[in-house]
C-alpha cells in the first residue's frame, strides 16, 4: 500500500487506511481457505493480519464496522431473536421418492409447457443438503441481514450467528455487484465437526445433539453467537431470493454469478441434459452419499432457465420447476425389548435400548442410544414399546420417537438407578448434568474402560491390547490399573490359551514401544474428565512435560486459550489425587517417558492437511503422523476439500474414493517417503 507524505503525517489517516486493506486481505484469505481450499499463507500469518485489525480497531473503535472480519468472533448475547419478514416467500419442494417419480416430475413439465414428451429440458441437478434454509440480504455487496426460513414468510434473524460463518463473505468481492441481492442456501455442520461437538458435549456430561441437522439447527438458534463462533458452520448457496441490478437468465448462470461474487457453490452441482441424466445423478449422488463429508438426504432438480421456471410458475407452497428427490430414510420401526444400563470411563452410566433387530439402510441395529433419563422422560420411552430408530452417517443409532399408537399398556416404565448396575456404588446427578454417574473408584467397569481408553489408537496407541483382551486381563488380576500394563510379561501370557510366541511378543513390544508417545497422548491417555485430544495438545505444548502440568495452578491453566474453569478444576482435582499420581509414578518407574517434539516452524509440510488409509507397509500410522507434525504438517483422520495429501496403502476404500472425487492429491507410501526425503 503506497501512503502519500500528509498520510503519514496523520495516523488516524494511515489507520483509515490500513485497516481496509487488511479487511480486505484477510477476506481474501478467508476465500482461498474456506471457498477455494486454496490457502496461500500460514495460519500464523494470518493471525498476526487479525491481531493488527483488532489492534487497530481498538485503538479506533469508531473504524469498527459490521462488515469486518473482527465481528465474525460473535457479539453479546440476546435475548431473542427478531422476525424477518421474507419479501420473496421461501418455498419449499415436492418429493419424488424414487426414479420413476422422478420421471413422472419431468413428464408433467413437459405438459405444462406443452412440448412433446420426447422433449429434453435442461436441468440443474444439486445435492440435497440437510441443514436449515436460510436468506442473506446483500445490500450493495455487504451482508445487512440474515434470516431462517421459519414458516416460510417469517423467519428469525440470526444475522450476527451468520456473521460467524467462515465462508460465507460479509463483503461480495468481484465486478457488477447488485445493489439488492437475496441469496438462500442451506446452512449445516460437516460431520466431523458434528462428531466433535457430541464428543465436547459427552466430555462436559452434556445432553447429545442427534445428528448433525439439529446440531446445526441448535447451533444457528443461539442467543449467545459466541457460542455459534465456537461451531464450525457451513454454507451453500442455492436459490435467488429478490434482485435489483443483476439479471440472471439460468441457475448455472446464477451459480455462476454468485460464486464470482465469493459466496460458496456446492461443487457436485451438475447440468443435466434431460432427465435420464438427473435420474443418473440420483443414483450417483446415493452411492456418494456415505462419503461425503457432509450428510445430504436426496438430491435437487430444478430447470435451468429462469424463463421456463416462470413460465412453470408455483403452486401455494412448491414451485411447479423443481423437485425434491428423497433417498430412503435411515430410519426403521421397531421394538425396545430390553433396556440395559452401560458403564463407561467416567462413570457415566447410559441407557442403551436393546432392540429387535432390524434393517437399515443395509445395516442390521440391534442397539439404540437412549442417551440419558431427561431424553428418556421427555420422550416416554417405556420398555416394549415401538419406536422409530434413525442411523445418520456413521453415528450411533439413535430412538427418534415412540409410536404411542402402538401402546398396549403393557409396556414398563423407566426409572433412573439409584445404585450402579456394576458395582452397587451410589449413583449421583452432577449439578447442571444431564448424565448420572456412578461414584464408585473400584468400579469394575469404569476400570476397564479407562484401561481401554488407554491404550487405544487416539490415546497411547498399543496395537493388540484391545477391547476383549484388556476385559480378559482385567478379570485375571492381572492388569488392575493402566500402570499394571507396563508390569505384564511373556509369562503372564500362557494362561491365554489361543496366544502363540509371535502374539505375546508382538504386544510386548507394542507396550515397549508406547513408552515414548508423544506427551499429549500420554496426557490424553489418562482420561481426566473434560481433557479431549485438543486440550490434552494444547497442553503438552503450554507445559512441554508432565511434571509442569502436575504442578500446574488453577490459574495458570485457564490462563491457556481453549481452557476453561471447568477444564481446568478438572485437571487440579485429577493431579490432587493421591491415587492417580502413584500410578503415573509407576508408569515412570517402568519407564514410561512421553516425548514432546516441538513443531519445526517453516518445516516443508507448514500449513498442509496429510490424511493416511489403506494398509500400511512402510510405518504405522502413528509414525507416519509424527513424520508430517515434524515438518510442520497435519495429519487428520477424514478426507475433506481442504486435504492436501491422501497417502494411500493397499486396500484403500471409502477414503480413496472420496479424495479421488475431491480431486486430492493421492500418493502412494512411496511417494510420500520420496517427498519426506525432499523436505529433510
Ligand atoms: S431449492 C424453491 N436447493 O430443501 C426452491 N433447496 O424441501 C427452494 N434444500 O427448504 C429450495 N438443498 O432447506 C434447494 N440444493 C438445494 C437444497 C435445498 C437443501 C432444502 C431447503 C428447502 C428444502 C425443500
Known amino acids: 500500500m503506497q501512503l502519500s507524505f500528509l498520510d503519514a503525517i496523520d495516523p488516524k489517516v494511515t489507520a483509515v487506511k490500513r485497516c481496509a486493506e487488511l479487511r480486505r486481505l484477510l477476506e481474501y484469505h478467508n476465500r482461498q481457505y474456506y471457498v477455494l481450499d486454496a490457502p496461500e499463507i500460514t495460519d500464523a500469518e494470518y493471525d498476526a493480519l487479525f491481531r493488527e485489525l483488532q489492534a487497530l480497531e481498538k485503538l479506533y473503535p469508531e473504524l469498527i464496522s459490521a462488515e469486518s472480519p473482527t465481528q465474525r468472533v460473535g457479539g453479546a448475547a440476546l435475548d431473542r431473536f427478531m422476525a424477518v419478514t421474507h419479501r420473496l416467500p421461501m418455498l419449499s419442494l415436492e418429493n419424488a421418492t424414487n426414479e420413476l417419480e422422478i420421471r413422472d416430475f419431468d413428464l408433467r413439465v413437459k405438459k405444462n409447457l406443452g412440448v412433446s414428451s420426447e422433449d429434453r429440458i435442461s436441468y440443474i441437478c444439486e445435492p440435497k443438503m440437510d441443514g436449515l434454509a436460510v436468506e442473506l440480504v446483500y445490500v450493495d455487496g455487504v451482508l445487512q441481514v440474515a434470516s431462517t426460513r421459519g414458516d416460510g414468510t417469517t423467519g428469525e434473524d440470526v444475522t450476527e450467528n451468520i456473521r460467524t460463518v467462515r465462508s460465507l463473505p460479509l463483503r461480495l468481492t468481484g465486478d457488477h455487484i447488485p445493489h439488492l441481492l437475496e441469496v438462500r442456501g442451506e446452512v449445516f455442520l460437516s460431520l466431523e465437526a458434528f462428531h466433535r461437538i457430541n464428543v465436547e458435549k459427552e466430555e462436559n456430561g452434556e445432553p447429545l445433539f442427534a445428528n448433525p441437522r439439529n446440531a446445526a439447527a441448535g447451533s444457528l438458534r443461539q442467543l449467545d453467537s459466541r457460542i455459534t463462533a465456537r461451531r464450525p458452520l457451513s454454507i451453500y448457496c442455492y436459490a435467488p431470493g429478490m434482485c435489483e441490478g443483476a439479471d440472471f437468465p439460468s441457475q448455472q448462470d446464477f451459480f455462476a454469478a454468485i460464486a464470482a461474487w465469493g459466496l460458496p457453490v456446492n461443487p457436485l452441482v451438475t447440468p443435466a441434459a434431460g432427465v435420464e441424466a438427473a435420474v443418473a445423478f440420483y443414483a450417483d449422488m446415493q ?394
Not at 444400563?341 to 435400548?353: D, E, K, Q
Not at 461414584?439 to 487416539?458: D, W
Request: glycine fraction near 8%; proline fraction near 3%.
Open 287 to 680: 452411492g456418494k452419499r456415505e462419503s461425503l463429508p457432509y450428510e445430504i438426504d436426496g438430491t435437487v432438480i430444478k430447470i435451468d432457465s429462469f424463463a421456463l421456471q416462470r413460465e412453470l410458475g408455483e403452486k401455494s407452497r412448491s414451485p411447479r420447476w423443481a423437485v425434491a428427490c428423497k433417498f430412503p430414510p435411515r430410519q426403521a420401526v421397531t421394538v425396545i425389548e430390553d433396556v440395559l444400563l452401560s458403564v463407561g470411563r467416567t462413570g457415566v452410566i447410559t441407557p442403551v435400548a436393546s432392540l429387535r433387530p432390524v434393517q437399515i439402510s443395509g445395516v442390521t441395529v440391534s442397539r439404540a442410544t437412549l442417551h440419558n433419563w431427561d431424553e428418556i422422560a421427555l420422550k416416554d420411552i417405556r420398555i416394549g414399546d415401538t419406536v422409530v430408530v434413525e442411523r445418520a452417517g456413521d453415528v450411533i443409532p439413535a430412538v427418534v420417537r415412540v409410536l404411542l399408537d402402538k401402546r398396549t399398556g403393557t409396556e414398563q416404565s423407566l426409572l433412573p438407578p439409584e445404585k450402579c448396575p456394576q458395582c452397587g456404588s451410589d449413583v449421583v446427578r452432577i449439578a447442571d448434568e444431564v448424565a448420572l454417574r456412578c461414584m464408585g473408584l473400584a468400579c469394575p467397569p469404569q476400570i476397564r474402560e479407562s484401561i481401554i481408553h488407554f491404550a487405544s489408537r487416539n490415546a497411547m496407541d498399543i496395537e493388540g491390547l484391545g477391547e476383549k483382551f484388556v476385559e480378559q486381563l482385567h478379570t485375571l488380576g492381572l492388569v488392575r490399573s493402566v500402570a499394571d500394563i507396563y508390569r505384564l510379561t511373556r509369562a503372564d501370557f500362557d494362561r491365554f490359551d489361543r496366544m502363540g510366541d509371535k502374539l505375546a511378543s508382538n504386544l510386548l513390544a507394542a507396550i515397549e514401544n508406547s513408552k515414548q508417545r508423544d506427551l499429549w497422548r500420554f496426557i490424553f491417555a489418562l482420561g481426566i474428565r473434560h481433557v479431549g485430544e485438543r486440550t490434552a495438545k494444547a497442553l503438552a505444548q503450554a507445559f512441554g512435560s508432565l511434571e509442569n502440568l502436575r504442578r500446574a495452578t488453577f490459574d495458570e491453566l485457564i490462563s491457556i486459550r481453549d481452557i476453561g474453569a471447568t477444564v481446568a478444576q478438572s485437571i487440579v482435582t485429577f493431579f490432587s489425587n493421591q491415587g492417580n499420581c502413584e500410578i503415573i509414578q509407576r508408569m515412570l518407574l517402568a519407564g514410561v517417558a512421553p516425548v514432546i517434539e516441538l513443531k519445526k516452524v517453516g518445516g516443508r509440510f507448514t500449513g498442509k492437511t496429510f490424511v493416511f488409509t489403506g494398509a500400511l507397509v512402510r510405518f504405522t500410522r502413528d509414525e507416519a503422523q509424527r513424520m508430517v507434525e515434524a515438518e510442520g504438517g497435519a495429519a487428520v483422520g477424514s478426507v475433506s476439500r481442504k486435504t492436501n495429501f491422501v497417502v494411500a496403502g493397499g486396500d484403500a476404500g471409502s477414503k480413496l474414493n472420496r479424495a479421488r472425487d475431491l480431486g486430492v492429491t493421492v500418493l502412494t507410501e512411496d511417494e510420500f517417503v520420496a517427498m519426506l526425503e525432499q523436505a529433510g
